[in-house]
């Protein structure tokens, strides 16, 4: 089964046969691959109808009530939208502390597996990895400075 849009993914495939999981999910990664919001609203819509067709009406009525919920990346420049719809760079630093804690087996108490894991974070937090641009902030407040505007053109 796909890991890509987890929570959302999961309730739907939920209550899909094993046999149209993969299927099912690839329509599901179709919706979020569109290029914006309308196009992502057409391909839901065809989807659900898809789904209709297949007598899915429990994934249809999962996706109508959530999927609004996943598009709100769509706000944002198209170059932040990959980064901000996946969860990568949190994963990153969770596989780090697993690794780490993963080496040591067994701790003695909580306290000394939550030392372990914050000396992990000041480590990635003071390195060039914790330095690292995700997002360019510039685009942010061009696309703020063009809403200002359209907004003083509308008065």
Known sequence: ?????CGLF?????V???RLMLDVATMLKAIHASGDLAAAMEKTKAVCI???GLKLKE??????ESIGGTF???????EHRVRIRTNNAPERIMREIRRRTRVVGAFPDGH???MLCAARLRHVAGTQWGTKRYLNMDLLRE???DKALELAEAI
């Open 112 to 114: 000394s597996a939550l």
């Open 1 to 5: 089964m796909p890991r890509k849009g």
């Open 72 to 78: 709100t990346y769509y706000a944002f420049p198209r």
């Open 16 to 18: 899909v046969p094993t």
């Open 10 to 14: 999961k309730n739907i495939l939920s």
């Open 143 to 145: 696309q703020d400075l």
């Open 59 to 64: 994934a249809v009525r999962k996706i109508q």
């Open 50 to 52: 898809k789904l209709k």
